[in-house]
């Protein structure tokens, strides 16, 4: 039996991430990877905004540990925000602190953000810090915390699982928060284990959040808290401007739809770049089902 816990190993080990570089997208990724570059991104994005969808993209990357390569995706990423510009998609940029340098030096991943977010107001567009693994959170509100004293267009994920999350919402009202169950495998130290626990946890949040006043973007594929979040909203009187959906590129594609044909907004992420094997292994991870996609790719490729 292949097992959750599997996948998140296979998500960390080094020599098969450099081996997935060098192949691109195998076994199925294609179907949720929107291609290598800028250009095939960009094509995505205007593919899902005529069909009422709103985008964000995430050029793939994430744990590095040399200062070159952390200068040279801050750069991709301002030519991401310049090439939406330039094709005058509806999407905004998300990114990983790692990959912009916070585990060799926090003053340099402040500068690469700093740039970027230059870019982004420039363009009045915003950019969604992803949340990694629990060993990556403290030193990411500090961060954030360093960014919001200069930029307001940036803003953090939640993730459910941890116990900390409450408060954590609490500690940042008024921002535009996206937030989700979580998807490391985190120490019960630290988060929840249990489903239900992880899902009432998440509803809770939510519902916090939303009564704060506060925007809120909630990225989830799970329809019954969907329905909550809906219900919610129009028992309290929340506008649909207070509030989005998030899903992930090729994942309930046909519910994303009918999400936004419902006039609430309908956010899809949209990862692209060469250093996919992280990200495949964890949707790998998530859900037993999407191993379809891996052995229909081993079919294919
Ligand atoms: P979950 O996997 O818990 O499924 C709940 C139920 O929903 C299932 O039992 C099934 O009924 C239904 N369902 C789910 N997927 C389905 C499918 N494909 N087809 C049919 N039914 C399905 N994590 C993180 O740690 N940091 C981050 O920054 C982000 N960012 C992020 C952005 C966006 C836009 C999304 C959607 C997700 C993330 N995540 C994330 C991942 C997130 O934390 C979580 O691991 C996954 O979304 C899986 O949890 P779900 O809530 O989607 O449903």
Redesign the pocket.
């Known amino acids: 039996m292949i097992t959750r816990d599997f996948f998140l190993f296979l998500a960390k080990n080094d020599f098969m991430k450099d081996k997935a570089r060098k192949w691109g997208p195998k076994f199925g990724a294609k179907s949720v990877i929107a291609g290598e570059t800028i250009e095939e991104a960009m094509q995505t994005a205007k593919e899902l905004n005529e069909k009422g969808l709103k985008v964000t993209v995430d050029h793939l990357g994430e744990f590095v540990y040399n200062k070159e390569e952390a200068m040279d995706a801050a750069d991709y990423c301002i030519r991401t925000l310049e090439g939406m510009e330039e094709s005058g998609v509806d999407c905004n940029l998300s990114l990983k602190l790692t990959q912009l340098g916070l585990d060799i030096d926090k003053e340099l991943c402040i500068s690469n953000m700093r740039a970027i977010l230059d870019t982004a107001k420039k363009y009045n567009n915003f950019v969604r810090i992803?949340?990694?693994d629990y060993s990556h959170i403290e030193a990411t509100f500090e961060v954030l915390e360093e960014l919001r004293k200069t930029h307001d267009n940036v803003g953090p994920?939640i993730?459910a699982y941890l116990f900390r999350s409450e408060q954590d919402v609490e500690a940042l009202k008024g921002m535009n928060i996206?937030l989700?169950?979580?998807?490391?495998n985190e120490s019960p130290e630290v988060a929840f284990k249990d489903?239900k626990e992880i899902d009432n946890n998440y509803i809770n949040i939510i519902k916090r959040h939303m009564r704060n006043g506060s925007y809120a973007a909630v990225?989830?594929?799970?329809?019954?808290?969907i329905a909550e979040v809906k219900k919610f909203a129009e028992e309290n009187g929340i506008s649909k401007d207070q509030f989005e959906f998030?899903?992930?590129y090729g994942?309930?594609s046909e519910l994303q739809e009918e999400i936004a044909a419902e006039g609430f907004k309908m956010r899809v992420?949209v990862p692209f770049g060469n250093d996919w094997y992280g990200y495949f292994m964890r949707r790998l991870a998530?859900?037993p089902?999407?191993i379809t996609f891996a052995v229909r790719g081993v079919l294919t490729n």
Not at 180 to 184: L, R, T
Not at 219 to 225: N, Q
């Open positions: 992803d949340m990694e994920a993730q996206r989700m169950k979580g998807a490391y489903q990225a989830t594929h799970d329809h019954k808290i998030q899903m992930l994942f309930r992420y998530e859900r089902q999407n």
